[in-house]
């Protein structure tokens, strides 16, 4: 299973890679969320697999008794989810707004500081 | 000694920081600086003389052996003396030649800066601080041509000087590591024990050539000594002591400092001979050509530093000698003409030779000064120049089968020069006055009395060379040659070929001066061959290197930020790829795999199919949905493997990503397609490759054991400390909870942006404002 991940991993920043160099702005965003799951997952991922052991302490319980998963890569993981919604709506508002303004989805259209607004 | 080094800095700061709180009559008062100093370096003469050289010690850097420590020896006693005592004479000669400027303060912290560098050059004994103080003559250098900072010639003068000995400075510092690395020191005194050490080294051509090209730069010798005219632009007193007496001899010190230690081989001498005899001839030729004064002596003072560099190059005790006597007399003739220079300049608004007569009638002492300082230049007897250039023939007769090569061109150069100091010394002060000079007038004794001063030394010295042959040319040969021999300064030489030299030398001067005027056609025939002056030549250098380098940033530094990301990835990539072909083993411990369950795969599959239809789709409603489905899978993923926070999170993140998506950007138009077929097949094998890649290295990190006491410290203390039974939660907010704070913070950042984006309006109506 491990070995899927991997492949799927090293798709998602492949793919994030290559949406991020297209000139459109939508497909720059497309591809910085791509390769943010693809670090999530990369992250999560050498935490090692556990099935069915969440890092939750049972009831009447001090400590584990069992195996549990690594709930370190899962706090960052989690950090990492939460700032990168952050990062990707004040993104995506912005390209609104430049598109609505300047009536374009082309970065290379942008390169001029002088535009009128 | 470190104080009287260290004080011309301190003075250049107090000047530029206080000097508005003083009063008019203050210039005075700076000159007691070089005076005192003067004074101070006299005091050591009797302990030279006796004991040689001594040592002062300060710690400064011990862990790169970089120390404060001055060696003063006769060699850079004689240094130290004309630092100051010219110095001090331009000084003086300052307050009234630039009264009233506006920025003389500024001059004065500049020129008492550059005094204190000078010192610092001639007395450091490690490599390093003499390099550092050797950059910052050439800073100061540039201030001072610079000094008429409106005039666009004087800047440009003032970049190509730093420039050319900037980067000298910067060869000469190659030069000083690789010795250090050979010789296993930076103090000069200790390397002085392993010169054999370092003459046989196979480092021992790279350091020598290093050194020369720093100290052929800053001396101004074949082809690097354009800057030197060029430099001119600056005020007189500066061009006197910078460019005539003291900094461009820097490099004549250089060589002359590294005689004993670097010197005596074939490499040396040759290389020496060859660039001191084309630099002294050419610029003798070069400077009969000019009608400027200042020019003229300009190129006579390159022609002596390059008769200073030839002499050294032949490396006998006699030219050692010769090249002693010739920096002192050259200083005090050369330094007494650029203040006589100034003077016309000053009274009568021209430096044209061929203009200028008769101007004895009304300057009768700057005249007798001008007429001492030619003879000394031209070697007349009873002058200080008459013995240097003695010394010099009897060098270059005993130098075996090229002795008749060599002294011819000493000959040669020595008619040459005698002609441009009798144009620059005696020219203008003979004749008929012109009827448009007639309203100059004898200046304030404080300009003629400094170059009187220097005359009558020349003629004192060479008068009475026992004044000075024990005292200070004594430890000047010994701290050169290395030996302790004894040397002894004559006046009559007795009936001889030398003597014979000297007396043709002087008239077959005399008659061409007789007869060559000095002529604005033959300069102006003479700029015919500009385009393949090394001027020329090596400026049109500097502008490819500049146009290269602008190609180069343009192709790197393009304003396209995918471009940078293509360039890094694709060079990380290839660099790494290199490493993992190269050796590493890449392998699959299946023991660790876990098995694969049919619920797995179909999301496995679900995944792959969405993110390529978020790539490849061109409609934005698809490419958004593929990614919600992206979002999803891996929220699966979370769950399968024991991650329920994660998931959760994940989950109602997707949802919001995906509905915002939708509601702000699926209105607008559709997707244009900007790239050509070959810039997206270009980028999809980069992003292949990237992929690849990272898929290789979580592989690779993931066959590497790994340590879980991290995990295990905060899993084994989350209920006992924190009260707390999820662990994930317990992290985040009690052991991480400053991060979390301060993340929260962000997303508010975000959210604020978000709303004012949308709020924004940037075409308000009338009426709201």
Known sequence: ?117 | MLIAVILGFIFAILVSFFSRFFKKAIPFVYSLLPLSLFIFFLQFLGEIKSKGHILFHYQWIPSLGIDLSFRLDGLSLLFALMITGIGALVFIYTTYYLKGHKYLDRFYGYLSMFMASMLGVVLSDNLMSMFIFWELTSISSYFLIGFNNEDPASRKSALTALSITGFGGLVMLSGIILLQAVGGSYSFTELLNSSEIIKNSTSYGWIIALFFVGAFTKSAQFPFHFWLPGAMKAPTPVSTYLHSATMVKAGIYLLARFTPLLGDTFWWNSTLITVGAVTMVYAAIHSVLRVDLKSILAYSTISALGILVFLIGIGTEKALLAAGIFILAHALYKAALFLITGIIDHETGSRDVTKLAGLQQVMMPVAVAGFIAALSSAGVPLLLGFISKEVMYEATLQFGNWAIILTALAVLTKILLLVAGFWAGIKPFTGALPEEFKKAKLPSPLLWVPPLLLGIMSLGFGAFPSLIGQTLIQPVFSSISGTDTVIQLKLWHGFNLVLILSIFTLVSGGALYWFLKPSKEIFQKTLRFESISPQNIIESGSKIFASFAGIWTRFFQNGYLRNYVITILAFLTLLMAYRLFGGVNIYVDWEQISPVSHYEIIVVVLMIISILFAISTNSRSVSIVALGVVGFANCLFFLFYSAPDLAMTQFSIDTLTVLLFMLVLVKLPKNKQYSSKGIKVRDAVLSLMFGTLIAILTLEVFEEPSSYEVSKYFADNAYLLAKGRNVVNVILVDYRGFDTMIETVVLVIAAVGVYSLIKLDLNPSKKDL
């Open chain 1, 1 to 117: 299973m491990e070995i899927l991940l991997i492949i799927i991993i090293g798709l998602l920043h492949a793919g994030g890679l290559y949406m991020l160099l297209r000139r459109s702005m939508f497909k720059m965003i497309i591809g910085l969320i791509l390769l943010g799951n693809g670090a999530n997952l990369l992250i999560f991922l050498l935490g090692r697999l556990v099935k069915g052991h969440p890092p939750v302490i049972e009831d009447g319980m001090k400590v584990f008794a069992d195996i549990y998963a690594d709930p370190v890569p899962q706090a960052l993981v989690l950090t990492a989810i939460v700032i990168g919604f952050g990062l990707q709506s004040f993104a995506i508002i912005l390209i609104k707004r430049v598109y609505n303004v300047l009536h374009t989805d082309d970065l290379d259209e942008l390169n001029s500081t002088d535009e009128e607004i």
